[in-house]
C-alpha cells in the first residue's frame, strides 16, 4: 500500500449493500485513506446503486470478485447474518483486514473455524460491536480504566425495542433472536467493561407470546443472570415485544456498574428528547415504518443531521479506518471477544430451553 502524508491507503471492499453496507461505504468514503471502493451485493441491482452513491470502481453480484480484487486491501463483511462465514473467510485467506457486523457468526464451530483461519494466515479483524463508540460508554470505559469506581462487582444492562424489528430481524434469519442479534450488544458491553474476568455460569428465562404467535418459536422477554470467574455477577434483560408503534427507533436502553468504590448509571433510553410529528418519523431499520411519537437519538446507528451522520457507527467505522490507515490504537471487538460474546448469548438461549443454569465453556456450538 501507498503512503499518503504519512497515512496507508486503503482500498475498500464492502461485502453485502443493504442498509448497514450503505452506511460503512457512504462513511468510508469520505475518509482521506480510501482510494478504491468495490462493492457486492446477491442482488447486483444493490450494489450498483451503491457504487454509483459512493463512487465505486466496480460493482457485481459476486462477493469473491470484490475479495479478489487487488485494488481492494481491506473487506467490510456487511451480509445478513447467517452468510459472514464464506467472505469473512475468504477476505482473511487472502490476507485482507476485515470488519464483521457483530455476530461474528452463529454458532462456536464457525467462529473457531474464524479464529482458526486468522491465526494460521495471520489475519487482522475487528467485529462491528457499536455500542462501544457510543461516547456515553466510552466514557464509562475510561471510569473504570482509571480505577474511579474501584474492582467491579455486579451490573446490569436491559434493551427494548418493537416488535415491528424483532419481526423484520427474524424474517430475514429465523436464528437472529433478539438475544444472538440485539443483547449481543450489552454481553459484549459488560464483556468490555469487566474486562480480564471470564464468564463462568448463565441462568436464564424467558417468557413467549407475540412473536410466537407470528410464527417465531422466541421469547417475548428474556432475563439472564452471568457470573464470572471472579463472583462478579451481572443481570441482562431484552424485550423486543413492545408494541408497533412504540417510541423508539432502536435500542432504548439501561447500564448499570457497580465497584467496590461507586457506580454508574447509564440512561440510554431517550425518553428525554421526545418529539411528535404530525408527518412521521422514518425509521433507520424499517423503510415502511413511520412513527409519530419518537424518542430522538434512539436510532441503533445514529442519525443522520445536516447532511452529516453521527452516532456509534460513524465513530466505529472512523476509528477502524484510523486504525489501519495510521496505526492509532482502537476498541473495536476483536474475534476473540466476539466468540466470548456469541458464545455467552448462546447460552442464555440454551439455559432459557432447559430451565437450568448453564456452565461455560459450553461443549457443543
Known sequence: MTKLGGAKSIGLGIVGSGRIGTLRAR?????????????SDLDPKNAGKLADLVGGTSHGGDNLAVIDDPNVTAVIVSTSEGEHLKPMLA???????????????????????????LKKHNGRMHV?????????????????????????TGGAARVFN????????????PHATPVV?????YVDLMNWLFAGRTLVEIYARGQMGVLQKAGHEVQDVCYAVLTYDDGAVINLGVSYALPEKYPALGHAARVEVLGTGGVMILDDDHTDQLMYSETGVPHVYLPDHNVNMVFLQSGTPGDWALGEFWGPIANETRAWLDHLALGKPCTLATPQDARATLEATLAIEHSMRVGQAVTLPLRNG
Open 181 to 185: 442479534d440485539a443483547l449481543t450488544y
Open 162 to 173: 418493537s416488535r415491528s424489528q424483532a419481526l423484520a430481524m427474524l424474517g430475514r434469519n
Open 128 to 152: 462491528g460491536y457499536s455500542r462501544r463508540y457510543k461516547e456515553r460508554y466510552q466514557i464509562a470505559k475510561e471510569q473504570v480504566v482509571k480505577g474511579r469506581i474501584g474492582t467491579l
Open 27 to 39: 462513511l468510508a468514503a469520505g475518509h482521506s485513506a480510501i482510494k478504491h471502493i468495490a462493492v
Open 91 to 117: 477476505a482473511i485467506e487472502r490476507g485482507k483486514a476485515v470488519l464483521v457486523e457483530k455476530p461474528i457468526a452463529l454458532t462456536v464451530r464457525e467462529a473457531d473455524q474464524v479464529l482458526a483461519a
